[in-house]
């Protein structure tokens, strides 16, 4: 019952934030910070109020918190809608509560979001947008769970011992009596948050950006109606890019059914991955010195503004991962060129810094260049400070006072630290200033994967070698008949 009442009260609280909020006028020119809207109830079908306040999530953005209340049959009812606009890529969160004080880590799920609990292997489908917290969230979904039971009980007795014994679980998980479980939050419009811990470690806590699917467009409502044609061709003018800063020297081709060449820079069509309409890709190979062959990629789109480079890396799958340690001790180290390929961790245990594969995507810039595109995702992100923080107790804002203090001291060279790169493809690549001699700052060494890497990868379905005697003689096309007993 003790988390049944720690739910409703979260439930209740954003209700009564917008009722005091409303009784307030905080603009200087006297208009309510409170929209009351007459609204039909669905408990008993009599007029009720639903008031509307629009409010900024510190280190997040604004949300417009919604609340019903229906005097006739006392029915109430809050929820969250984000007040911007859908973003450009869909994001992820994951976040391993290992500790009682995680259970207050400030959670905001959209209404197009999917909540998961991945040991147990519950997920919430989209519904109602809410604002809480770890305890919050888990002790809503046991409430919502226990609400039939009691008719499980007299119809399906062993479906209601299987959900009583689920409910149990997210009870102790709530409590802090189960530990340590790992919940996700996977929403495609990129409008949910989950605050990050202020102890980070190897596998505690990730934030992924990726691309939608166009079938996850179209449950936006963001399919392509324009019914513009495909581009196919680069338009006169340039536009400068971080990857491109100046017009190349060689002429853009569409062309890319020949050998790609070197230093070409080549364009092909494709659909944003923000508003799905038509926009160009710009593709060119690179030869690094000492390493390999690669492939930048630069997407922009003259219709939302939306861009993005990305680093690709070819060639076989290695037999072995690589680790690569360099120590930056002067200026000039930050200067050195750096490949961190998608499939790449990174972490630099001075700075208290663990940045998970697929976090930044492959990025081939300077360790400078890195180091700020890290400090610039987590403010932009994450750590949105235009309120300044004013929700963080004081030890939280000073735990991260002092890791983007570290973290500024780095970029600007006044301290000494440690990069650490583990690739599984040994894609990644940091230039030595002694090549081909060996640099004494900089350490490679091979290592084994691990089971977990290999099938995170997907080389153990991979045959490259003898797959011919898989196919049998009266097989079709290389697919034999399945038969009785196999």
Not at 135 to 155: F, N
Not at 291 to 310: P, W
Not at 400 to 408: A, M, P, R, Y
Not at 413 to 427: R, Y
Request: aromatic share 6%; hydrophobic share 30%; with cysteine.
């Amino acid at each position: 019952m003790a988390q049944t009442s720690l739910a409703q009260d979260l439930f209740e609280d954003m209700g009564r934030k917008v009722a005091e909020a409303s009784a307030q006028e905080d603009n200087e020119d006297g208009t309510k910070v409170v929209d009351e809207i007459e609204s039909l109830c669905m408990n008993c079908h009599e007029d009720g109020t639903t008031r509307l306040l629009l409010t900024k999530i510190p280190y997040f953005r604004e949300i417009v918190i919604m609340s019903f209340d229906c005097p006739h049959c006392g029915f109430r009812n809050s929820e969250i809608q984000p007040a911007g606009e859908i973003q450009q890529r869909g994001v992820k969160f994951s976040l391993k509560v290992d500790l009682a004080d995680e259970l207050s880590r400030q959670i905001i799920k959209s209404d197009t979001a999917v909540f998961r609990i991945e040991d147990i292997d519950l997920e919430i489908p989209p519904g109602r947008g809410q604002l809480s917290n770890v305890e919050g969230i888990l002790s809503m979904v046991a409430a919502d769970l226990e609400q039939k039971q009691d008719e499980r009980k007299e119809v399906m007795p062993e479906i209601y011992e299987q959900i009583q014994g689920i409910i149990q679980t997210i009870k102790d998980m709530a409590s802090g009596k189960k530990l340590p479980f790992t919940i996700t939050i996977d929403d495609p419009a990129g409008n949910s948050s989950i605050e990050p811990p202020t102890e980070l470690g190897p596998g505690k806590y990730s934030r992924r950006e990726y691309p939608r699917t166009a079938a996850q467009n179209e449950a936006l409502g963001l399919g392509d109606t324009s019914g513009e044609a495909p581009a196919t061709e680069i338009r006169p003018e340039y536009h400068a890019s971080q990857m491109y800063p100046e017009m190349p020297s060689e002429p853009m081709v569409n062309n890319v059914d020949d050998d790609i060449v070197e230093n070409q820079v080549y364009s092909f069509p494709a659909s944003c991955p923000g508003c799905t309409k038509t926009c160009t890709t710009n593709m060119k190979m690179v030869n690094i010195p000492h390493f390999k062959q690669v492939i930048l990629m630069s997407t922009a789109c003259d219709h939302c503004g939306y861009r993005s480079n990305e680093v690709k890396t070819g060639g076989e799958v290695p037999d072995k991962g690589r680790r690569i340690t360099l120590s930056v001790n002067t200026k000039e180290d930050l200067s050195r060129d750096i490949l961190k390929a998608e499939s790449c961790a990174m972490s630099c245990p001075e700075l208290s810094l663990d940045v998970e594969p697929g976090t930044l995507g492959g990025r081939f810039t300077t360790v400078e260049g890195l180091l700020t595109q890290v400090k610039e995702e987590l403010y932009s992100n994450i750590f949105d400070t235009g309120d300044g923080g004013d929700s963080l107790n004081t030890e939280t804002k000073a735990k991260w006072d002092n890791f983007f203090g570290q973290l500024d001291a780095a970029i600007k060279g006044e301290v000494k630290f440690t990069i650490v790169l583990e690739d599984p493809l040994a894609s990644s690549y940091v230039q030595s200033f002694t090549a081909p001699e060996p640099d004494p700052q900089l350490k490679s060494e091979d290592y084994e994967r691990t089971d977990e890497e290999e099938e995170h990868l997907g080389l153990k379905d991979i045959k490259t070698e003898d797959y011919e005697e898989d196919a049998q003689p009266n097989g079709v096309n290389g697919v034999t008949p399945a038969t009785n007993g196999s």
